[in-house]
C-alpha cells in the first residue's frame, strides 16, 4: 500500500528526484539532438546552412541572412544541445534550441510533412527553459556557490 501511496503521491519519490529527472531530461533528449541532427547540419558547411535558413525563414517573413540564421540552427541542434546537455548558461542555450526546433516544426507542417518530432523536442527544451537545469549541471556549480 505504501508503494502504491508514493507512486500517486505529487511528492518527490525519492531524494533529488527533481534533479535527477532535469538530469535525465537534459542528457537524453541533446545527446539524440547533437547526435542525430547537429553534427551532421554543422559540418555540411556554408552552402548547407545558406540552405537550411532559406527553408525555414521565408515562414516569418525574413529573407535576408540565411546562411546566418541557418548556421545559427546547426549550431543550436549541435553546439547549443551538448552545453544543455553538460547545463552550461542552460536556459540562455535552450532558447535558442527552442526556437530552432519550432521553426523546423513548422517548417515541416508548411511542407505537409509531421513536425512531430520537432515539436517534442521544441517542449523538451521549453520544460529545461521554465524549470532550469536542476542541481546536476555546471550552472548550479558556477552559480549557487554557498
Known amino acids: 500500500m505504501n508503494l502504491l501511496k508514493s507512486l500517486l503521491s505529487t511528492k518527490s519519490l525519492f531524494s533529488n528526484s527533481f534533479d535527477w529527472g532535469m538530469l535525465i531530461l537534459r542528457v537524453i533528449p541533446s545527446f539524440f539532438l547533437f547526435n542525430n541532427h ?3 547540419k554543422l559540418g555540411k558547411g556554408v552552402a548547407s546552412w545558406e540552405g537550411l535558413g532559406e527553408a525555414a525563414m521565408p515562414i516569418v517573413g525574413i529573407s535576408f ?3 546566418f540564421f541557418g548556421f545559427l540552427a546547426a549550431l543550436s541542434e549541435s553546439i547549443f544541445a551538448l552545453l544543455v546537455m553538460v547545463g552550461l548558461n542552460t536556459r540562455i542555450f ?6 530552432t526546433m519550432f521553426m523546423a516544426g513548422t517548417y515541416h507542417l508548411v511542407g505537409g510533412e509531421s513536425g512531430e518530432e520537432a515539436y517534442i523536442y521544441f517542449v523538451i527544451y521549453l520544460v529545461i527553459f521554465v524549470l532550469g537545469p536542476g542541481n546536476y549541471s555546471i550552472d548550479y556549480r558556477l552559480f549557487n556557490k554557498k
Not at 535552450?94 to 526556437?99: D, G, I
Open 38 to 40: 547537429g553534427l551532421r
Open 65 to 67: 541572412g540565411f546562411a
Open 94 to 99: 535552450s532558447l535558442f534550441v527552442l526556437f
